[in-house]
């Protein structure tokens, strides 16, 4: 412990109470590694406020005294983006002591929470209103509001109600300096400059520190129906989605394209499912359709589009789930992929975009090459092809799951080479290298080398002007020269 952060410890300590500040290496212990277990850090204490003015002291005191402060809420980052340096230099602000749920405005379709809300709290919260928060994910057990905005976070409903950001009305942000913004008011227009609630959506608490958001509900679904179905290749589903679109407008909430070699690893490794199909097929759809007060049973709906579907050819077999209990089946196949794939062995995930019309050809063509170059790996993508977002995974060949050094071998060897030449192919096609997942520590290095040269300029000076010390989640995002520290 540096003699700044001790003299910022005791400060806060004493303005904020002794719940403001946890120092014991037991109880911090499992907050400086990410959930993959792939970055780990060093911290002297955790800071956790309980209320927006106790953010602002503890950022404005940081400043003062020049002590680095990594933002954190659920710690469920893909790309270590909430894991503090190893070297120490920088103090844990955890907002999970922020847990409240300020306000839920039905007429307006708003609602008003902290950054540590969970997300499966706000859920709840909107529901018991007769409203629902259109964005949900596997982690919604342990995500909170703060980190969802900060990494503009996607999802399954992506297709339908958009990122974090088309869902964010309003943020209250704490700047690097200690004052308070506050954007809870959820204008419809205003007109006064550069719109730092936009600009704080996805910066991955490099640029201020989001303590509250005011988010966009919708009406709970009437009715709601899930299927799954059988195509032929990714060309083929997307020409599923497009013509199940045009006969049912916005009641496609969820597109998730899975590929059947994929499905045969989590039937493998995944205890008590299922395959839904008889039969083996070489791709997979699951679909939710919803559907709105005084409109026809979504199941009706959905059975009737399938079924125009195997009629014209676009799928091979299908079928609706006959109760939620079975819609549960279907989903826990998809989002047990990364689960069953960690059990076949090591892989490399990347969370990838391009164009939504491009992407179907650029999964068979950069799975084709990946493999061509590196003999004996297997890569492919699945995920949210409505909205040109997919997890494009190489995984190694079979037979490292039980030998941890020569899997940490094939990951440097050639993990990481094709890794590269992933992203490669990626910013080739015109596409992103970070979808929904953000940059964090993971992607900087590549965002550096692959990002144009106006872009990076723009990054480091939006950064620059707001963070001029350099101490807002270090070493996140962007690759910065090093600011001295206070002694």
Do not use: C
């Not at 209250?172 to 205003?190: F, H, M, N, R, Y």
């Not at 013509?243 to 059947?260: K, M, Q």
């Not at 499912?273 to 005084?294: E, F, S």
Request: glycine share 10%.
């Amino acid at each position: 412990m540096t003699p700044a952060q001790t003299r910022l410890i005791d400060s806060v300590r004493a303005l904020l109470g002794p719940k403001a500040v946890t120092t014991d290496p037991t109880d911090i212990a499992p907050w400086l590694e990410d959930w993959r277990k792939r970055y780990h850090g060093a911290s002297a204490a955790i800071l956790s406020p309980d209320s927006t003015t106790g953010v602002a002291t503890i950022v404005r005191l940081a400043g003062e005294q020049g002590v680095p402060l990594v933002p954190q809420g659920g710690n469920t980052s893909m790309v270590g983006g909430a894991t503090p340096p190893a070297d120490g230099s920088a103090l844990i602000l955890s907002l999970r002591r922020m847990n409240r749920m300020r306000r839920i405005d039905a007429d307006a379709g708003l609602a008003v929470a902290e950054a540590g809300v969970i997300l499966a709290d706000l859920h709840d919260a909107a529901e018991a209103q007769g409203m629902r928060f259109p964005l949900t994910l596997g982690a919604r057990g342990s995500a909170t509001v703060g980190g969802l905005v900060s990494t503009n976070a996607g999802g399954t409903q992506v297709l339908r109600f958009g990122t974090m950001r088309s869902l964010v009305a309003g943020l209250e942000i704490v700047l690097p300096d200690g004052q308070i913004q506050d954007g809870l008011s959820a204008l419809k227009k205003d007109n006064r400059g550069y719109d730092l609630t936009q600009l704080l959506v996805g910066a991955e608490g490099t640029l201020g520190v989001v303590t509250a958001a005011t988010l966009r509900l919708v009406p709970i679904a009437a009715d709601r129906a899930t299927g799954w179905i059988a195509v032929d290749s990714p060309r083929a589903a997307l020409a599923l989605l497009r013509s199940l679109e045009a006969r049912s407008g916005d009641a496609i909430e969820s597109f998730e394209l899975v590929p059947g070699g994929i499905l045969d690893l989590v039937l493998k490794h995944i205890p008590g499912t299922r395959a839904p199909l008889a039969g083996r097929h070489p791709w997979l759809v699951l679909i939710d359709y919803a559907t709105g007060p005084g409109q026809a049973p979504a199941r009706d709906l959905l059975e009737a589009a399938l079924g125009t579907a195997l009629s014209g050819g676009l799928a091979r077999d299908a079928v609706v789930a006959a109760s939620e209990a079975q819609a549960s089946a279907f989903w826990r196949l998809r989002d047990s992929i990364s689960e069953a794939e960690r059990a076949e062995g090591p892989t490399i995930a990347h969370d990838i975009s391009v164009a939504v019309e491009a992407m179907p050809d650029f999964m068979v063509d950069a799975a084709a090459a990946v493999e061509a170059a590196y003999p004996g790996v297997h890569a492919t993508g699945f995920g949210h092809l409505g909205d040109g977002n997919v997890h494009f995974h190489v995984n190694a060949p079979a037979g490292l799951q039980h030998d941890p050094a020569a899997a940490e071998r094939w990951r440097a060897e050639v993990g990481a080479p094709a890794s590269r030449m992933v992203y490669d192919l990626v910013v080739a096609a015109g596409g992103s290298i970070s979808a929904e997942h953000g940059i964090g520590q993971m992607k900087r290095d590549e965002l550096e080398r692959l990002s144009s040269p106006a872009r990076l300029a723009a990054l480091r000076a939006i950064k620059a002007g707001l963070d001029p010390q350099g101490l807002m989640n270090p070493g996140k995002l962007l690759a910065l020269a090093e600011k001295p520290r206070a002694p």
